[in-house]
């Protein structure tokens, strides 16, 4: 299981789009808002087709109510 560092903005005109920096960590763009767990769905299936893996085997770990999150990837 693989682990990432990503911020999260939602709302945004540019996305959907995965960007990774030099440091390893992700800046996830989405379109959804942040309203009932809808940025964080988004970031899963963004996330998910990025990886090529099902959505099943992403999990938010910590940051689920904030734009910095720790993630999973079961690869």
Known sequence: MTRYGI????GSKK?????ASADGSLTIYVRE????????DGVIRLLADHFGVP???????????????LIAVDE
């Open 15 to 19: 996305g959907p789009l995965v960007e």
């Open 55 to 69: 959505r099943s085997r992403i999990d938010i770990v910590r940051g689920h109510t904030s734009r910095s999150k």
């Open 7 to 10: 911020t999260v903005k939602p």
């Open 33 to 40: 808002r942040a309203v009932d767990g809808a940025a964080n």
